[in-house]
C-alpha cells in the first residue's frame, strides 16, 4: 500500500494526527510558507503521539540557497529533533545549481541513523534526474516532490518517471495539493507515499497589524482537516489508490 504522511503544523493537528494514525507526521509550523522548523515543545508532543514524527529543518521561509551560519543552524535543529524523538528528518538545500551535498552529508550524520528525506528544494532543481541521482549516492531514505509543478496532480508522467527512475534505491514520495479525490491517481503513478496536509481554514480578526503577512481585519489560519486526513487515509488503504 502507498504510504501517507501528514503534515501538521500545530496542537490541533497533531490531535488529529493522533487517532487518524497516518504512516508519519510531517512535524512543521508555518505551512503556508513551505513549511520551517518547529518548536522544541512541539515535536515533544508529536513524538507522544507515538505516530512516527519526521521533523522538517528549514530555517526561515524563502529559498534553499544557506550561508555557513544557516547551515550550521539546520545540522544543530536536525540533532535536537534526534534527540527529542523523531524518527526522521526533512531537510534540503542547493549549491550552485545542484544538491547541496555537504549540507546533506552532515544532515545524515547528525540524524545518526534516523530516516531523511530530500524535501521539495527537489523541484526547484534545472535538473531533477540529475538531482535524484546525486541523493540516491548520498544515501537518503526519501525525496519529497510534485514532479516539478505546483500540484502533484499535474506531473502524472514526471512522478511515474521518478519513481521508475529510483528503482527502489531512493523512494519517492508525491506532495503539493494531494486531496482525497486525487490520491488514487497520484498513488498510481507508483510512488512509494504521498504527503498532504488536508487543511481547512479557520476564520479570525485581527484588530490591528501584526506585520505585512497579517494585516487587521478579518483573516484565517490554516490547521488540519480531520475529515480530509481520514478520507485520505481511507482511500489508501481500500486499494482505491492503487
Same mark, same amino acid.
Given at each position: 500500500m502507498t504510504a501517507f504522511e501528514l503534515a501538521v503544523q500545530d496542537p490541533a493537528g497533531v490531535a488529529?494526527?493522533?487517532r487518524v494514525r497516518p504512516d508519519r507526521i510531517e512535524l512543521c509550523t508555518a505551512l503556508s510558507t513551505g513549511g520551517v522548523t518547529p518548536s522544541?515543545? #512541539?515535536?515533544d508532543a508529536a513524538v507522544e503521539t507515538e505516530v512516527p514524527v519526521h521533523v522538517l529543518v528549514r530555517p526561515r521561509e $524563502?529559498?534553499?540557497?544557506?550561508?555557513a551560519a544557516e547551515r550550521a543552524v539546520i545540522v544543530a535543529d536536525v540533532a535536537d529533533a534526534v534527540r527529542r524523538g523523531a524518527s526522521g528528518v526533512v531537510v534540503g538545500g542547493l549549491a550552485r545549481g545542484?544538491?547541496?551535498?555537504? #549540507?546533506?552529508?552532515?544532515?545524515?550524520?547528525?540524524?545518526?541513523?534516523?530516516?531523511?528525506?530530500f524535501h521539495r528544494a527537489f523541484d526547484t532543481l534545472p535538473d531533477r534526474v540529475g538531482g535524484l541521482a546525486d541523493l540516491v549516492d548520498l544515501g537518503v531514505d526519501r525525496v519529497l516532490t510534485s514532479g516539478g509543478a505546483s500540484?502533484?496532480?499535474?506531473? #502524472?508522467?514526471?512522478?511515474?518517471? #521518478?519513481?521508475?527512475?529510483? $528503482?527502489?534505491?531512493v523512494q519517492i514520495?508525491?506532495?503539493?495539493?494531494?486531496?482525497?479525490?486525487?490520491?488514487?491517481?497520484i498513488a498510481a503513478t507508483g510512488v512509494a507515499a504521498?504527503?498532504?496536509?488536508?487543511?481547512?481554514?479557520?476564520?479570525?480578526?485581527?484588530?490591528v497589524s501584526l506585520g505585512s503577512g497579517a494585516q487587521a481585519g478579518v483573516s484565517g489560519y490554516a490547521t488540519t482537516d480531520e475529515p480530509e486526513a481520514q478520507a485520505i487515509r481511507d482511500a489508501l488503504a481500500s486499494g482505491a489508490a492503487l
Amino acid at each position: 500500500m502507498t504510504a501517507f504522511e501528514l503534515a501538521v503544523q500545530d496542537p490541533a493537528g497533531v490531535a488529529v494526527a493522533s487517532r487518524v494514525r497516518p504512516d508519519r507526521i510531517e512535524l512543521c509550523t508555518a505551512l503556508s510558507t513551505g513549511g520551517v522548523t518547529p518548536s522544541a515543545a #512541539l515535536i515533544d508532543a508529536a513524538v507522544e503521539t507515538e505516530v512516527p514524527v519526521h521533523v522538517l529543518v528549514r530555517p526561515r521561509e $524563502g529559498g534553499f540557497v544557506y550561508d555557513a551560519a544557516e547551515r550550521a543552524v539546520i545540522v544543530a535543529d536536525v540533532a535536537d529533533a534526534v534527540r527529542r524523538g523523531a524518527s526522521g528528518v526533512v531537510v534540503g538545500g542547493l549549491a550552485r545549481g545542484a544538491v547541496d551535498a555537504d #549540507l546533506v552529508r552532515r544532515a545524515i550524520d547528525a540524524a545518526d541513523g534516523r530516516e531523511v528525506t530530500f524535501h521539495r528544494a527537489f523541484d526547484t532543481l534545472p535538473d531533477r534526474v540529475g538531482g535524484l541521482a546525486d541523493l540516491v549516492d548520498l544515501g537518503v531514505d526519501r525525496v519529497l516532490t510534485s514532479g516539478g509543478a505546483s500540484r502533484a496532480v499535474e506531473a #502524472l508522467d514526471e512522478l511515474s518517471a #521518478l519513481a521508475s527512475q529510483s $528503482g527502489g534505491r531512493v523512494q519517492i514520495m508525491a506532495g503539493a495539493g494531494v486531496t482525497s479525490e486525487n490520491v488514487g491517481e497520484i498513488a498510481a503513478t507508483g510512488v512509494a507515499a504521498v504527503h498532504a496536509s488536508a487543511k481547512r481554514v479557520v476564520r479570525d480578526e485581527l484588530l490591528v497589524s501584526l506585520g505585512s503577512g497579517a494585516q487587521a481585519g478579518v483573516s484565517g489560519y490554516a490547521t488540519t482537516d480531520e475529515p480530509e486526513a481520514q478520507a485520505i487515509r481511507d482511500a489508501l488503504a481500500s486499494g482505491a489508490a492503487l
